[in-house]
């Protein structure tokens, strides 16, 4: 399960686009930041999850948050601002199962990698599912979960949903305000694009009732999976949460949007959670995802492009960093971020999943008792972000800064593990 939004220019208090997105996976599918820099490709091939694909003759640079195993991206950003995430959607369609095609995560960055705008990310996804299919496990331990796969796609002057249905689809072009999507189909007869033989396929067998305007989520859509994901439900509640902020959204509405239970308020606690949770906490069978990662970014016309990523599981717990992207903003410090694997190790994940599953034991007592912490650090990496930007953002400035916000969020869970682990120096976290 997943949630991913994009606030268009006029309707984000900067005039830029910003983008977010919630990872939702199983609990112990650690998820990766992974910065890749601009190639030039000898290879005439790259591997992908499952298969081997033709590889182009030059890649972008390309800052990805994904899960550990897969090589593709639940969702980035590349140096010419071009932001992807994507859902997974239950459909009528069947998949064989022989994980013979690329994961919508596999398409996901071969698009970041390969374009430059959203109508070119359209096309080659597009190009994608008629030439590879999606016939790919998307699963973790879970090696039966095969999927359809809808987009968000935006860069810094536009913005498309493609929702697919094995090899069918339909976009939709954002042309402004607010538009989010979750693990349901949400375009109807409002679409811009179309497979050219997806209505003819539909009304042969049935889900286009003659003398009525065609539909392609009602067309298309399983009933069963699409219920109990509750993906409806969410990108009911992100959109109403990002429409009422018409001409005020900004970054820490985005991380808050991001942050949000059901139920909410008080009464919340981890075991509580159901699939109507944007930040989600896994309860057992009907609701076995976490998010283990979670991103927004502000796309800019000219200035650089600030990427924010957890890289840690549960956005309600986390501290969000920033990382920046474009023209002569090339990454080098994070290449030497170590990244997770299947067990607990001294990566990022895997250090705050720690916290994070103690503070959830008694989530209610000891979320407070952080609260000041992460609220207080987070504000001020906003807050001086802004300054950098406002000020030009130099290019060496910004990796300084990043570096340091890294750093700074790695002491603070430094700190709280500290004082989880040692009842006599801080009894405030209770009986672990």
């Not at 820099?37 to 499952?50: D, G, I, N, Y």
């Not at 009911?236 to 808050?256: D, I, Q, Y």
């Not at 008080?266 to 944007?278: D, I, K, L, Q, Y």
């Amino acid at each position: 399960m997943c949630d991913t939004f994009v606030s268009m220019p006029g309707h984000s208090l900067s005039g830029n686009v910003i983008f977010g997105k919630n990872s939702d996976r199983e609990p112990d599918e650690a998820q990766a930041i992974l910065r890749v820099p601009a190639l030039r490709q000898e290879a005439r091939s790259v591997r992908c999850t499952f298969i081997s694909i033709p590889q182009a003759a030059e890649t972008f640079e390309v800052i990805l948050s994904k899960p550990f195993q897969m090589w593709g991206t639940e969702m980035g950003v590349n140096e010419h601002g071009l932001a992807i995430g994507n859902e997974a959607v239950f459909t009528k369609m069947p998949l064989a199962k022989k994980n013979t095609g690329l994961t919508g995560m596999d398409m996901l960055r071969l698009a970041l990698e390969r374009c430059r705008t959203a109508d070119q990310a359209l096309g080659q996804i597009v190009q994608l599912l008629a030439d590879f299919g999606q016939d790919a496990c998307g699963g973790y331990r879970n090696q039966r979960f095969f999927y359809s796969n809808s987009f968000l796609i935006a860069d810094p002057e536009e913005a498309w949903v493609l929702e697919t249905a094995g090899p069918f689809w339909a976009a939709q072009k954002v042309r402004s305000g607010f538009r989010s999507i979750s693990n349901a189909l949400t375009i109807g007869e409002d679409f811009d694009l179309i497979h050219d033989k997806a209505i003819d396929y539909a009304k042969n067998k049935g889900g286009s009732k003659k003398g009525r305007p065609f539909r392609f989520s009602d067309a298309f859509s399983d009933w069963f999976y699409t219920r109990m994901g509750r993906g409806r439900i969410r990108q009911a509640r992100t959109a109403g949460l990002g429409s009422a902020c018409s001409g005020a959204l900004n970054v820490h509405e985005a991380l808050c949007m991001l942050s949000t239970h059901y139920p909410e308020g008080e009464s919340f606690t981890p075991t509580r959670c159901n699939t109507a949770s944007v930040c989600m906490h896994a309860t057992g069978l009907t609701n076995p995802s976490n998010t283990t990662g979670s991103m927004v970014a502000e796309i800019r016309r000219k200035a650089p492009h600030t990427v924010w990523l957890t890289g840690t599981s549960f956005p309600c717990l986390s501290v969000w960093k920033p990382f920046f992207l474009g023209p002569g903003y090339a990454g080098t410090w994070e290449k030497d971020l170590p990244l997770p694997g299947a067990a607990p190790d001294e990566s990022l994940w895997w250090s705050a999943e720690n916290v994070h599953r103690k503070i959830a034991r008694q989530y209610q007592k000891r979320k407070p008792l952080i609260g000041e912490d992460r609220s207080r650090l987070q504000g001020a990496l906003l807050e001086e972000e802004g300054i950098l930007i406002r000020n030009g953002g130099d290019p060496g400035a910004c990796s300084r800064f990043s570096e340091k916000a890294f750093r700074d969020c790695e002491a603070l869970l430094f700190n709280w593990r500290n004082r989880l682990e040692n009842k006599k120096q801080n009894r405030g976290f209770g009986t672990l």
